[in-house]
């Protein structure tokens, strides 16, 4: 059989996700890949599909290459073998099944990890035809990255070949559920026998919808963590199929593809190939050296094109002699995409006269540049610029943003079969040759900084101030993944013009911006000194800029690399005090005091504000009210002070790890772990469940309830309702005791403050003779919460022990940077409570005396990942039971410390439960709004945010699925039913919590809540579109950050967590609480008029002036 034939008939393809909606009801079209294996076998059964490369040994004991030509007919016999094999061997392999009504469902994933060569073509199409869903695995995966993915689709069996075997089997070792391992055949034994018996190697049923994602599974990379399983479609291979506009003689000779089969532009050159007869030619290797790949072209006579990365085009341009490049010339296209090529490499390359052609493609969406022969001079193609292809759903949304970014635009792609828009994260500038048509990609949406400390910076204040002094030409943040931020700063004088004295003055000029700055941003914003600014003066070096002078962030922070990381490691070693006039502090001596000047340290170097006498050596410096900015300092302060004698490295975590004056100096000493450690948060999460759940507790007419956090909206709304119930006689609500900082005054009548802040912060007002008969305040250290929950008279605790029948536990810090082992104090004051319920059994000690109660607050964040537990099975709605494992939480220290309380509420319970005269009951609580009455409704929040910068963007978003609203005032009954609520008598007393879920169990659609604002005549929405999502985000990213854009400041949470969470994707099951609540069981949804009063109060306070 000879390598290429004359001519190649082309099928005629189908996708109808497409604009062109190709032709829709012509009987002959095709819908799936293997219906294009099976056609090519009967139409161009001798043309070639593909030419493999193969290292072969020669006599002299060497190696050489070479090229295996494998037809069309070969390649759909191999794939019918191959599915004969699969049918035998692989005993978990389920195939589809249908109804007598015609629904039909799939079985599990069957995954590949396999090298990239014919063979994976041979699996993937076998698979696909039989109607098994693929999980296609890369090789490079980690075994923890390959244990996430078959965990996530619910995959059964893994084919490997005999080098990965070992990789795959450390992934599944690490699963609970048993997966098995099948060894795949080489493709030789698929290919190298007779010629079958032409036949199909479509099952009826591999096909079932358009909107069937179970078809092929093909993943993210994992370059910002585990790697994100992306199922696709049928018509996601059709779309890649026709992916080009080449004509026939323009599809002839050899297509040479270094890129694998296991990502998306690897598999649009084998989509060609079975489309237009590109034919498909794979090196012995997909990773090949360029002497490799130069001495293929020389084998293969009939090559004419190339599909690769910008690393191997590197290489090539890099040899030492101009082989590459002479190789590269003779081609008709260089397709190179999958990241950013060289500028230096690409107008080298482009100089020679290699035709270059820019491809870009998103895994979710697809290949978004058709491949063609690039002709610069007819039709001014410019191959830094990509070309967008025609035949796709794809809107290109123009948005002007600031700090010099005018002309930007960005796309939005509509997946086969998702139903939803996809924003491509990419920001791109239009050609000012072919504006429609060619983009260039100048950065992307994720410019926000997000720290070390999980904390965001929005560097658009500090680079706008910089920009508007005229001593500055631009600056540019910086510090993804570090402990602080720190910028660049071109001057407006001509670079180079500055000796060093003038360099220090010049940044000393900036440090005054910074300082003005610094007062108007969060601690975790703030530069912390001069040295965190990097002074851009050397020639040829400045901030890089677009075509439309607009700043490539990530291109500086490359191009200034290495100034950033001289910069870290001086600040590493520089203290800035942040006290003015403080000294810089000596050393510190191991063998004398290391705790009084550690102690020092925090009191006089770092802005502490509490006095001296009022905070101890055991005490948590963040619940003392430590942020993170005061945490870096004193870091550094601890690694200077203990150069020259400590015995450990003080890691930049060092004060997170050990966030007490004890805990710093037994690590210091090394005493403890001090740098990465060998603790997991789980293992944290298991020894504090472990030291507080175990730990054997000290030895009026109506209810009295004592309650912590009271004066947030739960809170308030709870004093409210329990304080109107004939059988409560007393609220006893307990606060945090102000901490005695220079900002804070410790109030003379704790009571009156919160009348204040019940009026003030939610418009609530309760009568007088209700404050005076019902509702008592007393003050706690809930830093120091042992071992009289902080109260500062011991009576106090007596009072609580001998009134209090019921105790609700909703006090709570929402900070979502803290570790978890920063929650310690909580875990206390939750034991804490925990032993005064236990006391109160004691103290009274009689069967007549009902047991007392105590009741947590917890939070839907506990059971976040519940659904990838074994023991869900798959369900999506949570039942009201114990989390079975430390991984179901949200991985953010709220959500663990949440969790750990849970547990020692359960452990507790064990002990000390019912039948030892204490009931414990803990409630996780969903989404909550504003309450009926006032309409109050917080406008911080993400959805007040939404609906105001909605009348910015031009209109409300597209949101899918279904939410689960739940009034403030009516989560606050239904909590008071469940408080209340005695559980029928059981022959053996309980040893585990009551636990119960509260959420609206009436689900409604978005649709319901956005057409209600859209029909609010003081919104002026009604005439707006509604957009899809995407179009949306784009539009708010690209309005300007101020007060009329306020989801701009939550734009993390917009691009990353809205849709997931307002879709549903964590339901909570209220079956026990709806038992046990009417509030619950008669809640209704939210409606119009409802809306109407939220949009009324947002208004009433200025917010949507």
Not at 925 to 944: I, K, L
Request: negative net charge.
């Amino acid at each position: 059989m000879s390598i290429m034939s004359s001519s190649f008939a082309r099928p005629t393809l189908y996708y109808p996700s497409s604009k062109l909606k190709r032709l829709q009801n012509d009987p002959d079209t095709i819908k799936t890949l293997p219906a294009v294996v099976d056609f090519n076998a009967a139409r161009n059964p001798n043309y070639t599909f593909c030419v493999q490369g193969e290292r072969i040994k020669t006599d002299d004991g060497g190696s050489t290459t070479q090229a295996v030509a494998i037809s069309h007919r070969e390649f759909r016999d191999g794939i019918l073998r191959c599915q004969d094999w699969l049918l035998r061997t692989v005993a978990e392999m389920q195939l589809p099944t249908t109804t007598s009504d015609g629904v039909t469902t799939k079985g599990p994933p069957v995954a590949l990890l396999m090298e990239s060569n014919v063979g994976l073509a041979i699996h993937i199409l076998a698979l696909m035809g039989l109607g098994v869903p693929v999980l296609v695995l890369s090789t490079r995966l980690s075994p923890l990255a390959i244990q996430e993915l078959l965990t996530t689709t619910g995959t059964q069996a893994v084919l490997t070949s005999p080098r990965l075997q070992r990789v795959c089997r450390e992934g599944v070792a690490g699963l609970d559920q048993t997966k098995s391992i099948y060894e795949r055949r080489p493709y030789g034994d698929f290919l190298t026998q007779e010629p079958l018996t032409a036949r199909s190697i479509c099952r009826a049923d591999h096909h079932t919808d358009e909107n069937d994602l179970q078809v092929i599974i093909l993943h993210s990379s994992g370059s910002t963590g585990l790697p994100k399983a992306i199922p696709q479609s049928h018509e996601y291979f059709v779309g890649h199929a026709a992916c080009h506009d080449l004509a026939p003689s323009e599809a002839e000779g050899l297509n040479v593809s270094t890129l694998p089969l296991y990502h998306g532009f690897g598999i649009l050159a084998m989509c060609l190939s079975l489309s237009i007869g590109l034919t498909m030619c794979l090196p012995v290797n997909s990773v090949s050296s360029a002497e490799a790949l130069v001495d293929l072209f020389a084998l293969l006579k009939h090559a004419r094109s190339m599909m690769t990365v910008p690393s191997v085009l590197d290489d090539l341009a890099q040899m030492d002699t101009d082989a590459g490049i002479q190789a590269l010339r003779k081609l008709e296209f260089v397709a190179v995409g999958g990241g950013p090529l060289s500028p230096p490499v690409g107008a080298r390359l482009a100089a020679a006269g290699v035709p270059l052609l820019n491809h870009i493609g998103a895994t979710e969406v697809g290949a978004l540049s058709p491949i063609f022969v690039p002709r610069p001079a007819q039709d001014n193609y410019d191959y830094r610029y990509f070309r967008l292809r025609r035949d796709f759903d794809i809107d290109v949304l123009d948005s002007d943003t600031e700090g010099g970014a005018a002309g930007r635009c960005r796309l939005v792609g509509h997946p086969f079969g998702l139903g939803a828009p996809f924003a491509i994260q990419d920001q791109l500038v239009r050609s000012a040759d072919n504006p429609e048509t060619d983009f260039l990609v100048v950065g992307r949406d994720d410019d926000v900084i997000v720290l070390a400390t999980g904390e965001k910076v929005l560097p658009g204040l500090l680079e706008a101030a910089i920009a508007q002094d005229g001593e500055c030409k631009v600056g540019v943040m910086f510090g993804r993944g570090q402990f602080e931020a720190g910028v660049l700063v071109e001057p407006r004088r001509p670079i180079g013009g500055f000796d060093e004295k003038g360099v220090e003055q010049f940044r000393e000029h900036v440090w005054e911006i910074v300082k003005t700055v610094n007062e108007k941003v969060d601690a975790h914003a703030q530069l912390s000194s001069p040295k965190s600014i990097i002074v851009v003066t050397t020639p040829g070096k400045a901030i890089p800029r677009s075509s439309k002078d607009s700043v490539l962030r990530q291109e500086a922070w490359r191009v200034f690399e290495s100034e950033i990381e001289a910069m870290y490691q001086e600040l590493d070693g520089y203290a800035s005090s942040l006290t003015p006039g403080a000294d810089t502090p000596s050393m510190i001596d191991l063998d004398a005091d290391l705790e009084g000047g550690l102690r020092d340290l925090v009191q006089n170097s770092i802005g502490w504000r509490i006095p001296a006498g009022q905070w101890a050596d055991d005490d948590d410096l963040f619940e003392l009210g430590m942020d993170s900015l005061q945490a870096l300092e004193l870091r550094r302060l601890i690694a200077t002070a203990t150069k020259s004698t400590k015995q450990t490295s003080i890691s930049r975590d060092f004060v997170y790890r050990h966030p007490s004056i004890l805990k710093l100096s037994s690590a210091i000493r090394g005493n403890e772990t001090t740098t990465t450690g060998t603790t997991t948060p789980i293992s944290e999460m298991e020894r504090f469940i472990a030291k507080y759940a175990a730990s054997t507790p000290p030895a009026e007419t109506g209810h009295v309830i004592l309650l912590t956090g009271s004066t947030g909206s739960l809170g308030t709304h709870l004093v409210q309702h329990l304080s109107s119930l004939p059988s409560v006689a007393r609220i006893i609500c307990i606060i945090r005791k102000p901490s005695s900082s220079s900002t804070s005054i410790v109030s003379e009548s704790p009571k009156d403050d919160l009348k204040t802040t019940f009026a003030a912060r939610h418009g609530m007002s309760l009568p007088p003779e209700i404050w005076a008969a019902k509702i008592d305040v007393l003050q706690a250290d809930f830093a120091k919460p042992a071992p009289f929950l902080g109260l500062a008279e011991p009576h106090r605790y007596d009072d609580l022990r001998r009134r209090v029948t019921h105790i609700i536990h909703n006090g709570w810090p929402m900070d979502f940077n803290r570790h978890v082992s920063s929650f310690e104090s909580q875990f206390q004051l939750t034991r804490g409570l925990l032993h005064l319920a236990h006391d109160i059994h004691t103290y009274h000690n009689s069967p007549s005396k009902k047991p007392p109660v105590f009741m947590f607050i917890s939070s839907i964040a506990v059971a976040a990942n519940y659904a990838s537990e074994p023991q869900a099975g798959g369900a999506r709605i949570v039942p009201e039971v114990a989390m079975p494992s430390a991984r179901c939480p949200l991985p953010i220290g709220y959500a663990q410390a949440k969790y750990v309380c849970e547990r020692i509420i359960e452990d507790f319970a064990g002990v000390h439960g019912r039948g030892d005269g204490v009931v414990t009951k803990y409630v996780r609580v969903g989404q909550m709004t504003g309450a009926r009455g006032t309409g109050r409704w917080n406008p911080s929040e993400h959805f007040p945010a939404l609906v105001k910068s909605s009348l910015v963007v031009g209109g409300l978003p597209r949101v899918q699925g279904t939410l689960s609203w739940l009034p403030v005032d009516i989560a606050a009954t239904a909590l008071s039913d469940l408080l209340f609520h005695t559980p029928s008598p059981s022959p053996s007393p309980s040893v585990t919590p009551e636990i119960y879920h509260l959420e609206n169990p009436l689900r409604q659609s978005w649709d319901d809540i956005l057409t209600a604002l859209e029909t609010n005549p003081s919104l002026a929405l009604l005439s707006l579109p509604r957009l899809p999502y995407a179009t949306w985000l784009a539009r708010m990213l690209a309005a300007p950050d101020d007060e009329k854009n306020p989801a701009k400041k939550m734009a993390g949470f917009f691009q990353n967590e809205f849709e997931h969470m307002a879709q549903g994707a964590v339901v909570l099951g209220t079956e026990q609480a709806r038992r046990c609540s009417e509030a619950l069981r008669t809640v209704g949804p939210v409606d119009a008029e409802l809306v109407g009063r939220y949009v009324d109060a947002w208004r009433a306070v200025g917010f949507l002036d």
